[in-house]
């Protein structure tokens, strides 16, 4: 069996580092893992993906449609934009971070509302975190992936202390308790909107 | 055991250059190879060089195999065209040094101006191609490629292609083997390529292809995997095969390493026990064309697309359009329709003034490649062509001729960045120096290469490491360029000033604006808000489309007034500039700061 995360999110949210990290966890836990993301000119703010596949033996890190089982998204909209990618009734732990698309900021059309309901009534399960507030609140706003990823951590089969093992790594040395407590935040903060 | 990590497909071949006492690299940034060059800095043992474009950067690496170094060049697969002419002369001669060319193709053009098959490179140059499925094996062809390039004395070729430069997965690390370089021993008949020298060389080419086809299968590079059925048999290679896997079909499948010259006579003995054989490879037929003139009966992109990404689904979709599959009946979740999500200049980027300048003076402007290609998107659309490196300088010139000669000349204007200023930029403005048309150039010296990640350029300078910086003013003086106005782009108004008081000049004005790029060097200052008691909701500064700035209802009001998030302005000031009624203000201290 392989598990299917996609991580969706805008060009210069720092989605190449969360994917690594989630990476790294599943490949230290004894898994077979490939991940993916694009990197270029989507990181002007365009829509930016990553993909992790873990399992006992995982050949492409494409994940094909329909098979996500996991959907970590860092902004609402581009969590919203990859529903399709899903299995049905999968789960998705999303930031409610809303970054406007440039066709919005210029009035050409409109941001989606109430993202969370739509993905409800698409037939998945939602998990919410305001991982922007959480991350001001212990003082930096870039600690938001790391809350996101406490929060993703609660359904997935790796102990917390290979997360921070892993977060230790990866993170610049002056920050890794913040990303260190940012993580435990997560862990106590999804609020789950279900079918 | 050895030790086994993650990595890229870039990381891999850089680190596989280094364990096989790889001496000299070299590269120009582009997507999706980037990361190789950066990744072979991180070693110490090896020349790691950023060039100012392919071509010097190939030559860079033919000049250590030329003195007995493994050497390695790589680039993107347009940076290929730049360099295709020291290949295709250099691939004549019989390699000293091992040699590795790794090209980055882009299935689907996520960040490129086209989808080339660079494939095609190899066969035209008589030289080998290898092409590796994940960083394992993206690791270990570099090595197998090297002692290809030195017992066969050929270039050898290794494609990746996007995914695979990007995409993680395990790779078994081995410990560097200590190069022994031989050095540069004078030889002009195999150094030098003039008749009757280079004559010899077409059969000299001809012999080592046909000799690498025929002894292919013992380098063991392919895998084929036999699953004892009959009926079909795919032929696949990189990623594809990958993607193929994924759908464990129970087919047998030959998979190919080396892709060019191809081990034909190994093909043809397996696929005759086949009732069909369909070829699985992104973008062009370049397999299956070969298989074909060589009169097997092989199937292959009658059921696959031919441009974008080879994905497991679309190998699905074709596999059901060549019915060996039945369509899916996998239970869906319904795609939403969401407002797309294109790139945008940054916050503060200092190409926006610029282009908002020239919007609204409707100029005429023909574009070059670089962040600043993001001017031909909404809302500026102010770019009107958009090519090649460098490709403005030439256009401008044609273009003004074609228009002199309809009777429609008009004041013509181009952009073009530092990086592509040196790339390739230099010999187009020698070509224009003294041109009598109306044209202004507007060079964009941001000091960074900043689309592929902020590499440094001549014009760096103190805000880099570089030892030497070259001024872009003196060069184009040295030219004989007389009219080259410096301007702040940060000061609106005067910059305005300056671009409309060139284009009413004849002959050749240069606009030098000097900001450097927010993104790389960090810059921010405090930052803007919206007064709201004065704005008038006029959209002047939506019209500037920096990413903080949108119109938003406020609390208690009924009509939108705009709004600048405070934690995603630097402070450029632009959209306080184009306000008509200053509710544009600074604040005192950056949001984070405050607390």
């Known amino acids: ?195 | 055991m050895s030790e086994r990590v993650l990595l890229t497909g870039n990381q891999a071949i850089a680190r596989g250059f280094w364990e096989a006492g790889g001496v000299v690299a070299s590269s120009y940034p582009g997507s999706p190879t980037v990361e190789i060059m950066e990744s072979l800095k991180d070693y110490a043992d090896i020349h790691a060089h950023w060039a100012m474009n392919e071509k010097v950067a190939l030559e860079i690496a033919i000049g250590g195999s030329f003195a007995g170094a493994r050497s390695l060049v790589s680039m993107k697969h347009v940076g290929m065209n730049i360099a295709a002419d020291p290949f295709m002369t250099f691939t004549q001669i019989r390699t000293h040094g091992g040699f590795v060319l790794v090209v980055g193709d882009d299935p689907g053009l996520s960040s490129s101006q086209n989808e080339q098959d660079s494939r095609y490179f190899a066969q035209f140059a008589n030289c080998a191609l290898l092409e590796p499925s994940n960083a394992q094996e993206a690791k270990d062809f570099v090595g197998i490629a090297l002692g290809i390039s030195e017992q066969y004395g050929m270039p050898v070729m290794l494609r990746l292609t996007s995914t695979l430069c990007h995409s993680r997965s395990t790779v078994a690390l081995s410990e560097r083997t200590e190069p022994a370089i031989a050095g540069f021993t004078p030889d002009q008949t195999r150094y030098c390529m003039l008749p009757p020298y280079a004559n010899a060389q077409q059969y000299f080419m001809r012999e080592r292809i046909a000799k690498l086809a025929a002894e292919a299968a013992s380098l063991a590079l392919d895998v084929y995997e036999d699953t004892g059925r009959r009926d079909v048999l795919f032929i696949t290679s990189g990623l594809p095969y990958q993607c193929l896997r994924e759908l464990d079909l129970g087919y047998s499948v030959y998979k190919l390493g080396l892709c060019y010259p191809l081990p034909i006579s190994r093909l043809k003995e397996i696929a005759a026990a086949y009732a069909h054989v369909i070829v699985i490879e992104e973008l062009m037929p370049f397999i299956e064309t070969q298989l074909k003139a060589e009169g097997l009966a092989v199937q292959g992109k009658q059921y696959f697309p031919f441009t974008g990404e080879l994905t497991t689904d679309r190998i699905r979709e074709g596999l059901e359009r060549a019915q060996i599959l039945l369509a899916s009946q996998l239970p869906v979740v319904v795609d939403p329709a969401v407002p797309k999500r294109t790139p945008m200049l940054c916050a503060g980027c200092p190409h926006r003034p610029v282009f908002h300048l020239l919007q609204k003076a409707k100029a005429t402007v023909v574009g070059d490649i670089g962040c600043y290609s993001l001017g031909i998107l909404e809302p500026f659309e102010v770019l009107k062509t958009n090519l090649s490196m460098g490709a403005s300088l030439g256009i401008i010139q044609g273009m003004a001729m074609a228009q002199q000669t309809a009777h429609k000349a008009q004041p013509l204007v181009s952009v073009i960045g530092d990086g592509t200023f040196f790339h390739s930029g230099l010999s187009g403005f020698a070509d224009i120096a003294k041109t009598k048309h109306n044209i202004t150039v507007i060079v964009l010296d941001n000091r960074t290469t900043a689309m592929t990640g902020g590499q440094e350029t001549p014009t760096t300078g103190d805000l880099g490491t570089a030892t030497h910086t070259i001024s872009i003013a003196d060069v184009l003086g040295s030219l004989g360029i007389g009219d080259v106005t410096v301007a702040d782009q940060f000061d609106y108004s005067s910059t305005k000033t300056v671009v409309l008081g060139a284009m009413k000049r004849d002959g050749l004005s240069v606009v030098i604006v000097t900001r450097p790029c927010a993104l790389n060097f960090r810059i921010k200052e405090p930052h803007f808000y919206v007064d709201r008691e004065i704005c008038i909701s006029c959209r002047a500064c939506i019209g500037v489309n920096c990413p903080p700035i949108s119109m938003k209802v406020y609390e208690g009001q009924s009509k939108k007034n705009s709004y600048i998030d405070p934690h995603m302005c630097v402070g450029c000031s632009v959209c306080s500039q184009v306000c008509p009624v200053k509710a544009i203000k600074r604040a005192e201290a950056r949001e984070e700061e405050k607390a």
């Open chain 1, 1 to 195: 069996m392989t598990t299917n995360i996609l991580i969706a999110g805008v060009g210069g949210q720092g989605l190449v580092l969360t994917t690594r990290i989630i990476g790294s966890v599943a490949s230290r836990a004894g898994f077979d893992v490939k991940t993916s993301d694009v990197i270029g000119l989507a990181q002007r703010g365009g829509m930016v993906w990553g993909s992790v596949r873990f399992g006992e033996a995982v050949h492409s890190p494409l994940i094909p449609k329909g098979t996500g089982d996991f959907l970590l998204g860092l902004e609402e909209l581009e969590g919203l934009r990859w529903a399709g990618l899903m299995k049905p009734a999968s789960t998705v732990v999303m930031s409610r971070t809303i970054i406007f698309p440039n066709r919005v900021l210029i009035e050409k059309e409109e941001y989606p509302e109430d993202i969370p309901a739509a993905l409800t009534s698409l037939g998945l399960r939602v998990a919410c975190v305001d991982a922007g507030s959480v991350a001001e609140k212990l003082g930096n706003l870039r600690l938001a992936n790391t809350v996101l990823l406490g929060a993703l951590s609660v359904y997935l089969p790796f102990p917390e202390g290979l997360w921070l093992d892993v977060l230790r790594a990866s993170v610049p040395a002056h920050t890794v308790e913040l990303n260190q407590a940012a993580f435990r935040e997560g862990t106590r903060s999804p609020l789950t909107f279900n079918l």
